[in-house]
């Protein structure tokens, strides 16, 4: 077997970017509370990044956006947000946390529903279920995951939901209802694995969408109050999100001045399946297994040419073989180059790349993101700026791997290695 040496790990850890002093209420302040997202980095690294590397009025890009951590931290700063995510729930969620909504609009309309949900769901709600019952596609794992009662009411608020005329207020509204639907289902409530429990204490769908709504309204509040009054008015010419490939960004050559963002991980398509539940209802997802297909280093997609433009990535892909994994990991590192060759065209000369990323295992095998990402970077015309070896006190991660497949696993398993317990930021300045 090869011998690869990590040498990003004897750089010491700098505390100072673990952020382990901050709480919930902290990290998940304004809008960035909406909607529980797995693998989000917090926003004060997000925003401690774009205060450091670059300036107001600057384009700032996030081409993984996810749930638009760093497209809300850079409007806040009187930056221009750019992000782009495949998943059409991190674009929804992206969409409505950067949106800006009159404040009394919102609340009247959650009087509104607050009122006709309490009516339509006291009693009996049957009247109400045919029309419902249309709206959500017909799909099995709908029914795998909810209990029938719960079914009914949550098909009656999201009936409701849809009745609202305005765009942005509607998907206010859609996005404080796929946040409750773990709740609501059988799904292990303190697992981020896909795991059902026939015995889990089931909550009431309209108490819980009610709270929340609540929550949401408080929380954009207080986005609206610190936002930029310009950047408010003309939030279209701010912020810029789309559901699309990362290796399409919405913005001319050479016109960006940072990319700040955290990739997805070789196993990209298991974040997928944490967004089941609302992809579900919202009718993004008919089969699990196509809807992975798009995802970055999916096994399930062939490539007729494979640049990794990495002599580390191949060794690493030499190791683990021609399997599965062995074409997850290739393809995986193949989307990635070209990632960052697209992200290498809207950045200035000079414009800097910051990757949060760390590093994991397969079957015995070390795969060294950071490393692999150096290389790549270096080879299309980067330079190494800086390299920050960072604690994870706060990352919503699945804490634990199998060290023979590397797969998530449920903590009660036996061959656990814990999943990315430090992570680097790499930045990288464009030559």
């Known amino acids: 077997m090869i011998n690869l040496k990590n040498k990003l790990q004897n750089i010491p850890i700098d505390y100072s970017w673990s952020f382990a002093d901050k709480t919930i209420k902290d990290t998940s302040y304004i809008t960035h509370g909406y909607y529980t997202y797995p693998a989000k980095f917090i926003p004060q690294l997000a925003s401690r990044l774009i205060n450091e590397y670059s300036k107001e009025g600057d384009i700032i890009i996030d081409p993984f956006m996810g749930s638009g951590t760093t497209v809300v931290e850079a409007i806040i700063n009187n930056r221009i947000g750019i992000g782009t995510d495949i998943n059409e729930i991190a674009y929804l969620v992206a969409k409505v946390k950067t949106t800006t909504i009159d404040i009394a609009n919102i609340s009247q309309e959650f009087n509104n529903i607050e009122f006709s949900l309490q009516d339509r769901l006291n009693g009996n709600y049957d009247r109400f279920l045919e029309k419902a019952n249309k709206l959500v596609p017909e799909n099995d794992r709908i029914a795998y995951w909810f209990l029938p009662k719960q079914k009914e009411k949550l098909l009656i608020i999201f009936a409701r939901i849809l009745e609202i005329k305005e765009d942005n207020i509607r998907n206010f509204f859609l996005i404080g209802f796929a946040q409750i639907l773990k709740s609501c289902s059988i799904w292990l409530q303190k697992s981020v694995k896909p795991t059902?429990?026939?015995?889990?204490?089931?909550?009431?769908?309209?108490?819980?969408?009610?709270?929340?709504?609540?929550?949401?309204?408080?929380?954009?509040?207080?986005?609206?109050?610190?936002?930029?009054?310009?950047?408010?008015?003309?939030?279209?010419?701010?912020?810029?999100?789309?559901?699309?490939?990362?290796?399409?960004?919405?913005?001319?050559?050479?016109?960006?001045?940072?990319?700040?963002?955290?990739?997805?991980?070789?196993?990209?398509?298991?974040?997928?399946?944490?967004?089941?539940?609302?992809?579900?209802?919202?009718?993004?997802?008919?089969?699990?297994?196509?809807?992975?297909?798009?995802?970055?280093?999916?096994?399930?997609?062939?490539?007729?040419?494979?640049?990794?433009?990495?002599?580390?990535?191949?060794?690493?892909?030499?190791?683990?073989?021609?399997?599965?994994?062995?074409?997850?990991?290739?393809?995986?590192?193949?989307?990635?180059?070209?990632?960052?060759?697209?992200?290498?065209?809207?950045?200035?000369?000079?414009?800097?790349?910051?990757?949060?990323?760390?590093?994991?295992?397969?079957?015995?095998?070390?795969?060294?993101?950071?490393?692999?990402?150096?290389?790549?970077?270096?080879?299309?015309?980067?330079?190494?700026?800086?390299?920050?070896?960072?604690?994870?006190?706060?990352?919503?991660?699945?804490?634990?791997?199998?060290?023979?497949?590397?797969?998530?696993?449920?903590?009660?398993d036996k061959n656990l290695k814990l999943a990315y317990p430090t992570e680097y930021i790499l930045i990288m300045e464009k030559i």
Request: proline residues 3%; contains cysteine; hydrophobic residues 35%.
């Open 196 to 412: 059902r429990d026939q015995n889990k204490k089931l909550v009431d769908p309209l108490t819980i969408f009610i709270n929340q709504s609540k929550k949401m309204i408080k929380k954009h509040s207080d986005f609206e109050r610190i936002l930029n009054y310009e950047i408010k008015q003309h939030i279209d010419k701010y912020r810029i999100v789309e559901c699309n490939d990362s290796r399409k960004l919405p913005c001319d050559d050479n016109k960006a001045s940072l990319i700040v963002t955290s990739p997805p991980y070789v196993t990209s398509y298991e974040y997928a399946d944490l967004h089941q539940l609302p992809s579900l209802w919202f009718g993004y997802l008919r089969e699990l297994a196509e809807f992975r297909k798009k995802f970055i280093g999916s096994a399930y997609k062939s490539k007729n040419k494979i640049e990794l433009n990495s002599s580390l990535a191949e060794k690493i892909v030499t190791q683990l073989g021609e399997n599965k994994k062995g074409r997850e990991v290739r393809n995986y590192f193949a989307d990635m180059i070209e990632s960052f060759i697209e992200m290498k065209r809207t950045l200035k000369k000079g414009g800097k790349a910051c990757i949060v990323i760390g590093n994991t295992q397969f079957q015995g095998v070390e795969i060294m993101n950071a490393e692999v990402f150096q290389e790549q970077f270096k080879n299309i015309g980067f330079k190494t700026y800086n390299v920050i070896h960072r604690e994870i006190p706060s990352k919503m991660l699945p804490s634990t791997r199998d060290t023979k497949t590397g797969q998530f696993v449920k903590v009660n």
